[in-house]
């Protein structure tokens, strides 16, 4: 994702609005795969000064990943705020290691818009609020079927079912009435 910042070199100080859009692919995050499923679109404004450009933006698209119950794709719109500067590379000298940087009169964005983008990605997406998930005992994805097993697997919580064991193995004797 790279921005030509040609046209801000005559008015340096002064915002200078721009939008760019690009396809991308995958990224891997949170160890699970996220995919592009619409194009990454940039808006927003640059203002040079001095050797560092000013980049403020909103970055805009749509990612699939898996539930984090049911492993059924998901889909999930970000908007995520891009605001960055970028420094001039100056020959011979080693850019400091989390500054971003540029040559000539083009930026390369992808970076910068990647971290933005993922950091807004939630890192359990659900396929919808109360998705039910699967069978812990046969696998069954149980928003669109159901299974026969026992219904104690239901419990998503296993101290819950264990905690309602206990009670039944050990009556409490002062329990209120
Ligand atoms: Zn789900
Ligand atoms: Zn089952």
């Known amino acids: 994702m790279k921005l030509d910042i040609t046209r801000g070199v005559q008015t340096k100080g002064i915002d200078v609005p721009f939008t760019l859009e690009e396809t991308w692919g995958e990224d891997r995050w949170g160890g699970d795969t996220v995919r592009y499923v619409s194009p990454v679109r940039l808006s927003g404004t640059y203002m040079i000064t001095g050797e560092t450009v000013v980049i403020n933006a909103q970055a805009q698209t749509v990612v699939e990943s898996r539930c984090a119950r049911c492993l059924a794709p998901a889909l999930t719109e970000v908007s995520a705020p891009v605001s960055e500067a970028f420094v001039r590379e100056t020959e011979g000298e080693e850019p ?3 500054q971003y940087t540029y040559q000539g009169h083009v930026l390369d964005l992808t970076d910068a818009v990647r971290t933005s983008v993922l950091l807004e990605v939630p890192t359990r997406i659900l396929c919808r609020e109360d998705c039910k998930g699967l ?32 009670e039944e193995i050990i009556p409490t004797e002062d329990q209120e009435v």
């Open 96 to 98: 400091a290691e989390e």
């Open 135 to 166: 069978c812990d005992q046969c696998g069954a994805n149980l928003n669109v079927t159901t299974c026969s097993c026992r219904k104690e697997s239901l419990y998503r919580n296993p101290f819950q079912a264990l905690a309602e064991r206990m």
